[in-house]
């Protein structure tokens, strides 16, 4: 069985420390037990796991909530010990790390897995608005169904769905809520008349050229207005009004909502990009960490990988499900007194879900180049049976596969 204490004792050592119980610490933790790793801890504050994946069809009206929740408890791997408490600040020379309630843990080796922060309080208004004033996210749980609502009661009017500019989970979400709310209002035949605008930063709909033609086409096809190189500035969820900045012109621009998907800012949790680990190259404080090896570049002790590792990759469970057997068996090589071996080439994928029953998936590396892993699927087109692996298959592999360490 698992051992799990609600605090620990002041400086006990540990072989391994993983800091985070989402998917990359739990994914890492599964495997590094499957390797016959001992004395494992896992410092996670939640007493729930959540699959984040399905909030956008949780948003989209196609999945209950309830569906991405499981008890921390069920998922911790047997033989790790689980410190239900928040990590506060690390010591990379002392090998140590803080916790919230005044105790500490010593270390051999380190995983950071703490994921990233919605920065809400960085837009101004957003805090206030969100959940009231026909405002929601599906990047909170809390929010999620909620989404929902607001489309459904949307006959006419404004709806706006933003992205902020810095790095987000899942790159694609902000547009993919979008393109589900499009089609049902299409559905509904109310979409002629609904303004739909997308306030993206980026000077094109995803980087990658074969996936950015398919998105263009499936804008066009519902009239979406996309604001590019501009960004969400503030809000104002009395006057249900946004402000616009648009960025190479220097203006602003006061942008009434009927309803607004709104993507907060998203950065390191704030003792990570106060310490010593963060990358002095990341705004945002992320951890820096060997693009390859996902090993930090100073303390050879630790390692990284997932939402909060500082890497030119997009920030997505499948990129997690790439980096952990990387991380998994890099660790074990140094613990063995070896280099780290295995590589990771900056695999990622966005399913993007394009209409109710469609879905494009989005597979690259490092370079941009697209890495289909389906070979008998042509996957640079929208289809069915990607939504119905998205919805149905793609969940339980994720319990019952990536956690346990055997996908």
Partial sequence: MSSRSGSASPARRHRVVIVGG???????????????VEDIALVEPSGTHWYQPLWTLVGGGQAPLAGSRRPQASVVPRGVRWIRRAATAVD??????????????????????????????????LAEAVGRDRVSSNYAAAHAPRTWELIRELRSGTAVFTQPATPVKCGGAPQKIMYLAADHWRR??????IRVVFVLPESELFRVSPYREILERVASRYGVEVRFRSEMTAVDGDRRTLTVTDH?????????????????????????????LADPASPQGFVAADRH??????????????????????????AVRAQAPVVAANLVAVMNGRSPHRRY??????PLVTARDRMLLAEFDYELRPRPSFPLIDTFKERRDMWVFKRYV??????????TGRL
């Fill in 22 to 36: 989402g998917s990359a610490g739990v994914g890492v933790a599964a495997r590094l037990r499957r390797a016959g």
């Fill in 248 to 276: 190479p012109r220097g203006t602003t621009e006061d942008l009434p909502y009927d309803l607004l998907h709104a993507v907060p800012p998203q950065s390191a949790p704030d003792w990570i990009k106060a310490g010593p």
């Fill in 293 to 318: 090896t996902l090993r930090h570049p100073v303390y050879d002790s630790v390692f990284a990988l997932g939402d909060i590792a500082h890497l030119p990759t997009s920030k997505t469970g499948a």
């Fill in 394 to 403: 793609l969940p339980p592999l994720y319990w019952h596969g990536m956690l």
């Fill in 92 to 125: 990379p020379d002392a090998r140590t790390i803080a916790l919230e309630d005044g105790g500490q843990l010593a270390y051999d080796y380190l995983v950071l897995a703490a994921g990233l922060q919605l920065d809400w309080d960085a837009v101004p208004g």
């Fill in 188 to 193: 509904r035949g109310v979409l002629a008349g």
């Fill in 345 to 350: 080439d900056g695999y990622t994928s966005c």
